[in-house]
C-alpha cells in the first residue's frame, strides 16, 4: 500500500441477485485510531473488489464483510506515494501534501466514446501538452464532431430496450478506467462530468432514483482514484429534465456518498450554480467576463 494512491483487493463470488450495484459489500481500513468504511462493488465475471485510497501512513488492519469476506494487515509506506487529492484552501488549490496545484485545463468530452486509433492519438498529444486537468463526460456526447454511437454504454439495456441502471456495462467501466490511468500517470486531473445535456441517448432523463443508482456504482468503483474532480454536469442549466431540487439532490448524494470528499462543483451556460452551499468546493463558471473574478472571489 502506498500513500495518497489506490489500494484495490479482489474476491471471487456468486454472481450477484438482483441489482448489480446494490451489493452487500463493505470494507473497513484502521490504522491507529482513525477507522475508514468504504463500500466495494461488483466488478463482472464472479469478481468483487474493494478500493481504498489511504490518506495517512502507518499500518493498517482491514477486513471486508457481506457477500465475500476477509481481513488482513497492509502497511502504507511514503515510497513513491502521491501528492494526495487536490483540495481548495483559501483562494487556491493545493494537493493534500502541501504542494501548490495551479490548474491550467482543457476539455475531451467525448473521448471514452472514440475509436481506439483517435484516444491513443490524443493521450500522446496530451502526453506531449502542457495541460494538468481535462474536463470528460461520462455519457456519450451528441454535439458537433461527435455524431458517432459509443463502443461502450454505461449499462446495460433490459428486455425492453430501456437502460437498466442496474446491470452496468463492465467493458465500459474497464475502458473508462484504463483512460483514467493513463490520465493519472501523465499528471492530469480528470474533471468528471457526470450529466450533460447533449444527449440523444436518454441518460439526461434518468429519474432520480436511477440517478442515484448510477452516481452508487460511480462512487463505489472511482472514489479511490486521486486524480478525480466531480462536476456535476457541464451547462446544468440546459439539461431541462431536471430541476434545482433534481441537482441539490445530485450534489446531497455524491457529497454524502463519497468517503473522501473530492472537489465538487457545478458547471453552469447562462447561470450559476450556488457555490454558496456547503457541499461545493470551489467555483466552477464558465463566462469571459473574467474581470469579475475578484467579485467572486469576495462572493463565494
Keep these: ?124 498529444s496530451l502526453e506531449k501538452a502542457p495541460f494538468n486537468k481535462l474536463r470528460h463526460c461520462v455519457f456519450p456526447k451528441h454535439y458537433d464532431y461527435n455524431h458517432n454511437e459509443p463502443q461502450y454504454y454505461a449499462f446495460e439495456k433490459d428486455e425492453n430496450g430501456k437502460w437498466d441502471v442496474n446491470r452496468p456495462c463492465f467493458a465500459f467501466w474497464d475502458h473508462f478506467e484504463k483512460i483514467l490511468a493513463r490520465l493519472s500517470e501523465l499528471k492530469i486531473q480528470s474533471d468528471l462530468i457526470l450529466f450533460h445535456p447533449y444527449d440523444r441517448w436518454g441518460f439526461s432523463e434518468l429519474s432520480r432514483e436511477e440517478n442515484h443508482v448510477y452516481l452508487d456504482y460511480l462512487i463505489r468503483r472511482l472514489a479511490s482514484y486521486p486524480d478525480l474532480w466531480w462536476s456535476m454536469s457541464n451547462e446544468y442549466d440546459l439539461v431541462f429534465s431536471k430541476t434545482m431540487d433534481d441537482w441539490y439532490d445530485i450534489e446531497e448524494y455524491v457529497a454524502n456518498e463519497d468517503p473522501y470528499g473530492h472537489l465538487l462543483s457545478n458547471h453552469n451556460c447562462f447561470g450559476f450554480y450556488d457555490f454558496t452551499r456547503e457541499n461545493i468546493t470551489h467555483c466552477s463558471i464558465q463566462i469571459s467576463l473574467l474581470y469579475k473574478a475578484a467579485v467572486w472571489i469576495e462572493q463565494y
Excluded at 70 to 95: I, K, Y
Design 1 to 124: 500500500m502506498i500513500l495518497y494512491q489506490m489500494f484495490e483487493l479482489k474476491f471471487h463470488g456468486e454472481e450477484p441477485v438482483g441489482s448489480q450495484v446494490d451489493v452487500d459489500v463493505s470494507a473497513e481500513f484502521t490504522c491507529g485510531s482513525i477507522t475508514k468504511k468504504v463500500k466495494g462493488f461488483y466488478a463482472g465475471n464472479g469478481i468483487y473488489k474493494v478500493r481504498f485510497l489511504p490518506q495517512q501512513a502507518g499500518t493498517y488492519d482491514w477486513k471486508v464483510t457481506g457477500v465475500v469476506s476477509g481481513e488482513g494487515q497492509e502497511v502504507c509506506t511514503t515510497e513513491n506515494a502521491g501528492h494526495g487529492l487536490v483540495r481548495a484552501v483559501d483562494t487556491h488549490f493545493e494537493f493534500e501534501d502541501g504542494t501548490r496545484y495551479i490548474p491550467f485545463g482543457t476539455t475531451i468530452y467525448a473521448l471514452i466514446n472514440q475509436s481506439e486509433e483517435l484516444i491513443e492519438t490524443t493521450l500522446d
